[in-house]
């Protein structure tokens, strides 16, 4: 069974810092890696996919790693801004059968202070 | 491109009441989930619709969830009767492609539900 886990399950930086969010799970047999955001109150907003060949992805500040074999992935914020404020969920999808669903961790809540 | 959209945003109702939620998804998407999500925990899986059949169920408690797609676009889930611990946020999510395991999928707003 897909297990999920993100640490820490709360962060606070100060406005400006670099910082690492880290997601681990334990099948590695995945098709793809997502990484969301969960403001307060709203739905999830994806923000990078990494296919199971890929080993990172970029947007802007965001970077994502994959790791299949050891089961890891992790996002790199740069230069972190108040806005960057919210809970960040990781999530797998499986690789057998035909169905889509997403197996998440229980998210990492960043604070940015300014 | 219009996102998903979801109805109602908020729902309070006592416990063995019934409560009802829709999705509209992003047009054009075959396929459509519906998540819940507790308090302080990552969505979980409820029900996975491909046009309007279902492809797991797996999770959803079958004696007082029920969820529909009618003619393979908007759905409904329905909770009959309500108990406490289904106070949560029902996400509904979307998907283009048949082969769903390789696609992003797009979430609503969510519709949180307290049950009293």
């Known amino acids: 069974k897909q297990e999920v886990t993100q640490i820490p399950a709360a962060l606070s930086v100060p406005e400006g810092e670099n910082l690492v969010l880290n997601c681990s799970f334990t099948?590695?047999?995945?098709?793809?890696l997502q990484w969301f955001r969960q403001d307060p109150g709203k739905g999830l907003t994806s923000l990078l996919l990494?296919?199971?060949?890929?080993r990172e992805q970029t947007s802007g500040r965001l970077n994502a790693s994959l790791d299949k074999s050891s089961g890891r992935s992790t996002l790199y914020i740069a230069a972190s801004q108040p806005g960057d404020s919210a809970t960040y969920l990781c999530a797998v999808r499986r690789h057998s059968g035909n169905t889509g669903k997403l197996i998440f961790g229980q998210g990492t809540t960043l604070q940015v202070k300014p | 491109e219009a996102g998903v959209a979801q109805s109602p945003r908020y729902k309070i109702i006592e416990k063995r009441q019934s409560v009802a939620f829709w999705c509209n998804p992003i047009?054009?998407?075959?396929?459509l989930y519906w998540y819940q999500q507790i308090l302080g925990q990552g969505p979980k899986l409820l029900i996975q619709?491909?046009?309007?059949?279902?492809?797991?169920d797996s999770q959803l408690p079958k004696d007082r969830f029920s969820a529909e797609r009618l003619k393979g676009v908007d759905s409904t889930l329905k909770i009959q009767p309500a108990k406490l611990e289904d106070s949560a946020v029902y996400l509904c999510a979307s998907s283009l492609e048949r082969n769903p395991s390789y696609n992003e999928q797009f979430f609503g707003p969510g519709t949180r539900l307290t049950v009293l």
């Open positions: 099948d590695s047999a995945i098709y793809n």
């Open positions: 047009s054009g998407h075959a396929t």
């Open positions: 619709f491909q046009n309007n059949g279902v492809v797991d």
């Open positions: 990494i296919q199971s060949s890929q």
